[in-house]
Every structure is written in structure tokens, then in C-alpha cells.
């Protein structure tokens, strides 16, 4: 895909299809685009050259007039194998080294998500952070200028990561009840890269993983990739259903359970606490270890939700994923792993095999944030912000959404599960919203069979944009409704 960052200089006197045919050579001369590499759509690069359809086909005709593309039925415009910029040599087959890798790709529609991220003028109406204006840029700016850094390492640090940090992570746990040793403390850089470790670390290929239905588990290939095996246990509304679990470990010998028990992504379930006792009391029956990822407990709005799953787990059954992505700002990249020693060892030694450690800046930053108190009264001050984002995007649901759709109010986190009524193409609509400059995250993102689910967050876009954007994809399902009668 072209840089998003290029497009031609339409005051120039050089013709702009002349412009995008030098860009083009130049991607192929220096490598960029091997040969074989399969070009964007033409009605891709005119929006993203933000050109005529025409501009770009007469550019990729001369092109093709040079010897340097060509058209194969079925297959788009690729690379020609006969390019002038290799005749001298037999270039390595990176097509083929692209489709062997062992890691899966994301999906098509998460990687078109994630390219159209970057679009400063999109909507984005799913993204799951928080918005620039709620990020803490001045405060970050003012401890960066600090001048108390005598302690401050720039060096690699210790496998487990920053003592200190782990140090203060262990008195912020105790306030969710969570007892732990700094010993017992991994730091990571965020919560996927947790997933990863554990993936690699603990299973053999093979191995099913129990995770609930949908999950934000679907959208990353973590543990597809290591060659494991996903089964999906059903959610309700106090979270996981618990009455299938010891028969699904005892039938498939399941590894892992993986769960988001308070403020779910996507569907904003807080598993209720007789729930999370049934769940920890099945886990230990069938000694089934959990994966409790817990990177929105803190963002609850009117009423701190139930202890941790970890908070109860008085036989190392829980592995514990905290992290400031979401909370504090995702740039940081520092998350913890809470576990057994052995299993926190194990993940440790993975990851300096992996990069060696987190930053050692980032992590003195997060240290200071939750010493000096200063990351508990942002905390307090971004729970309030969100509930009233929260509260205005119901607004706007009950205002458009009413008759289309239905949904649950969240207490906490950053989404609303939007489930759209009627025979509605999901796909359509999402392709329909994109190109009109509004962002979604469908259902089959998280669960490839759900047709009827959109994921909205009114932790990112602002109010204009939520109002803008959430009254015209109202019309747009709208649209798609009245075209499948």
C-alpha cells in the first residue's frame, strides 16, 4: 500500500500522472515492491492520491507500456518479472517468503481498519483508545522535563524488568486486592505482547485455548499463530457461561482459559461476581489455568466492579494482564504479567530472547506516575470524562438507533455493542461508512460468523464526530435494509 503520506503536487507543472508513474518506479527500483507484488486497486490509489480514477489508469497504462507492470485476469496488476531493474539479476521470491511466514495475517477487514487508522480526516467510531484530547500530553511534558532523574537508566534493565516499577506496580495491585511479590512481576510492552509470551511459553502446538464468544481474542492471531487451536464458550449478560467449561477441557483437553471479566471487549459485559466464584471454582476443578486480562477494570464509572479473578486465586491458577495502554496512554507500551514465579521466569527469559526489555524510559515514567499519586487522579478524572462520552453517545443512539438497533448500556470501558435488527450486510455497510469517511468495527471482526454487531467506542472520536458519524450510519443501515427487501 502506498505511504499515506505521499501524493502528488497538483501546483506542479509536471502532469500528476507522470508524477504517480515516477513514484511507482521508484517503490520498484529500490525493492519496496518486488516482483509479484499485487497493487492496490486503481479506485484504492485514486482515493489515496486523491485523484480522477483516470489519472491513475493512464499512469499504470504507460507503465505497463514499459514492461514494468502487467494485468493478469483474476489477479489485478502486479509487478512484471521482467522489470529493467532486475533483468541483471534473479531476485529473491519475497512473495513466496510473505506466505510462508508462520505468523497469519489479520484478517482483510482488520488490515484495512488498521491503514485507515492513519487517515487524519476518518471518523473512527470502534477505535479502542483513548482520544488525544483525553491523553495527558501537558502532564506527560512536565514529568518528562523533571529534574529528578538521578535514578533514571538508559541501559538495558533486568529480565523481569525495572525493580521499582515492579515494586510500585505490587502496591497499586494491592488496592484490587491483589497480593503479589515483585518477584512475581513481568513487565511487557503491553498486553499483546503478555498474549505472545504465553503463547510461545507455556503451550505446545496444538493446544486449544478456551476464550469467550465474541472476543477481542479474534482480532490478533497470537495464538493461531504458535498453531493453536481457539474454542469459544458462549456470553451472557454477567459474562462467561461457566456450565460448559469442565466438559470442554475433560473432551478437548483444553490448555488455557482466556478471559476479559470486567468491562469485555467488545461487548462491555462486567462478569458479575457470582460468575467470576463459579468461574474460579470450575477452573480449579478441572485444573484449568486462566488468563485474566484486565486492562479496563480501572475504567468503571459509578461502581467499582468485583474483585480480580487474581484477587481470589489462592493456588497460582491466574495469570493477571494489567497495562497502561488504555488507562494512562498507549505510546508508553508497559503492561505487567502477574503469575506464578516459574511461569513469570519462563516469560522473562522469552522476552529478552524477544527485544531485550520494555523501555527502560517508559517504564521510569510509569513508576513515576504511580508514585507521585498522579496516575490515580488521572484515573478518577478519565472515569468521568468517559461516563459522560458515554452518556452522549446513548443520546445519540436513542435519538438515530432506535428503531434499528439495540443495545446495552456499559458501566464502564470504552464500548457499546451494537446489535443492528433486521437483514443487514455488514460488510456493505462497513464499505458503504468507509468510503464516506467514517471508520467501523463490525461483529465478525471479534466472531467471523456474527452478521449483526457493530463495536461503537466513545472513548476515541469526539462529540461532533460521534454525532455526525452515528446519525449518517444510521442511514446508511437504513439504506441497506430497504436494498435487501
Not at 489508469?57 to 507503465?63: D, F, G, H, R
Not at 481474542?217 to 449478560?237: C, E, K, T, Y
Not at 456499559?410 to 467514517?438: C, M, Q, R
Request: proline fraction near 5%.
Amino acid at each position: 500500500m502506498p505511504e499515506h503520506t505521499w501524493r502528488p503536487k497538483k501546483s506542479s507543472n509536471v502532469p500528476l500522472h507522470y508524477q504517480i508513474q515516477e513514484y511507482i518506479r521508484r517503490k520498484i527500483s529500490v525493492g519496496e515492491w518486488p516482483t509479484g507484488f499485487k497493487l492496490p486497486s486503481q479506485r484504492t490509489l485514486a482515493q489515496q492520491f486523491e485523484v480522477n480514477r483516470s489519472t491513475v489508469v493512464t499512469a499504470i497504462e504507460e507503465l505497463m507500456a514499459d514492461g514494468l507492470l502487467e494485468t493478469r485476469i483474476g489477479s489485478g496488476t502486479r509487478v512484471a518479472n521482467h522489470t529493467w531493474n532486475v533483468l541483471a539479476s534473479n531476485p529473491p521470491d519475497w512473495e513466496g517468503y510473505v506466505k510462508s511466514g508462520v505468523h497469519a495475517p489479520n484478517l482483510a477487514m482488520i488490515q484495512e481498519i488498521n491503514r485507515a487508522e492513519v487517515e487524519p480526516t476518518i471518523i473512527r467510531l470502534g477505535t479502542g483508545e483513548l482520544s488525544p484530547d483525553l491523553l495527558p500530553a501537558e502532564s506527560m511534558k512536565s514529568m518528562m522535563a523533571m529534574e529528578e532523574t538521578s535514578h533514571l537508566e538508559l541501559g538495558y534493565v533486568e529480565p523481569k524488568g525495572s525493580l521499582t516499577l515492579r515494586e510500585a506496580i505490587r502496591d497499586h495491585l494491592k488496592g484490587k486486592q491483589i497480593e503479589v511479590s515483585p518477584d512475581s512481576i513481568l513487565i511487557v510492552s503491553g498486553a499483546v505482547q503478555a498474549l505472545q509470551l504465553i503463547a510461545v511459553g507455556l503451550l505446545k502446538r496444538g493446544s486449544t485455548v478456551l476464550y469467550e464468544v465474541p472476543s477481542y481474542l479474534n482480532s490478533i492471531h497470537v495464538f493461531q499463530s504458535a498453531g493453536m487451536n481457539l474454542l469459544g464458550v458462549p456470553l451472557d449478560g454477567e459474562g462467561m457461561q461457566t456450565e460448559s467449561i469442565g466438559r470442554l477441557k475433560r473432551q478437548k483437553d483444553a490448555a488455557l482459559l482466556y478471559s476479559i471479566p470486567s468491562f469485555h471487549n467488545p461487548t462491555g459485559t462486567l462478569m458479575s461476581e457470582r460468575r467470576r466464584m463459579e468461574l474460579m471454582t470450575v477452573s480449579e476443578e478441572a485444573s484449568l489455568p486462566i488468563i485474566e486480562d484486565d486492562v479496563y477494570g480501572e475504567l468503571w464509572f459509578d461502581e467499582e466492579p468485583p474483585a480480580p479473578l487474581k484477587a481470589n486465586d489462592t493456588q497460582g491458577n491466574v495469570i493477571y494482564i494489567g497495562s497502561v495502554s488504555k488507562s494512562l496512554s498507549p505510546g508508553l507500551r508497559i503492561g505487567w504479567v502477574v503469575g506464578p514465579e516459574p511461569v513469570i521466569n519462563r516469560l522473562a527469559d522469552i522476552k529478552m530472547q524477544t527485544d531485550y526489555g520494555s523501555s527502560s524510559i517508559s517504564q521510569h515514567l510509569v513508576e513515576k506516575w504511580i508514585r507521585s499519586g498522579m496516575y490515580q487522579t488521572f484515573i478518577e478524572q478519565t472515569r468521568i470524562r468517559l461516563k459522560e462520552r458515554r452518556d452522549f453517545v446513548v443520546e445519540l443512539l436513542n435519538k438515530y438507533f432506535a428503531h434499528i438497533a439495540t443495545w446495552n448500556i456499559p458501566s464502564g470501558g470504552f464500548h457499546i455493542w451494537l446489535e443492528l435488527k433486521g437483514d443487514v450486510s455488514i460488510t456493505k455497510l462497513f464499505h458503504l461508512a468507509l468510503k464516506e469517511g467514517i471508520l467501523l468495527n463490525p461483529g465478525m471482526v471479534y466472531d467471523k460468523l456474527d452478521q449483526n454487531h457493530l463495536r461503537i467506542s466513545y472513548s476515541y472520536a469526539s462529540k461532533e464526530e460521534l454525532e455526525r458519524g452515528l446519525r449518517r450510519v444510521a442511514e446508511l443501515v437504513n439504506v441497506c435494509t430497504n436494498e435487501s427487501k
